[in-house]
């Protein structure tokens, strides 16, 4: 549903040439997000770039090889990074780095969802502050943080 209410937003927002999502796990793919996104119409297409690396990769531990890119063939492309879920960022970040040592530019990253661990401090705050404005898709925070015009 976002990608078809405000597609042309990220579109305008920098000039996507193609989709990647960012890899879960070393299980093989078609990652589950992959496959949904493939069966939308899309303009962009969906496609592959990244796998696991050699690197070590967990929870608050981005890696500069945790993840790679499948194939160093693919011309440089606008690539829109989607997670499905966020809790530190260390994927998605490994995610950006394996992208950009490869010479592609990151048009942007799109998360699906966030996972907030109650331990770690200022989740409270967070919580708080996200949830005291309603959530509506015409004022997401890419919206936000970006003119309408």
Do not use: C
């Not at 960012?22 to 969906?46: A, F, I, K």
């Amino acid at each position: 549903r976002y990608f078809h209410e405000h597609g042309d937003r990220l579109m305008a927002r920098s000039p996507i040439d193609i989709i990647t999502i960012v890899p879960s796990s070393s299980r093989p793919g078609p990652h589950p997000l992959e496959t949904l996104l493939g069966e939308l119409p899309l303009v962009v297409p969906v496609v592959p770039l990244l796998r696991r690396g050699p690197g070590e990769l967990d929870w608050n531990k981005p890696s500069k090889d945790g993840l790679v890119l499948i194939s160093t063939d693919t011309p440089p492309q606008r690539v829109l990074l989607v997670d499905d879920v966020s809790t530190t960022g260390a994927r998605i970040n490994s995610a950006a780095y394996a992208l950009t040592a490869g010479g592609h530019h990151l048009a942007g990253a799109l998360v699906v969802a966030r996972r907030l661990t109650p331990e770690y401090r200022g989740t409270a705050e967070l919580w708080d502050a996200q949830t005291a404005v309603p959530f509506t898709w015409e004022h997401g925070p890419l919206v936000n943080t970006r003119s309408a015009g």
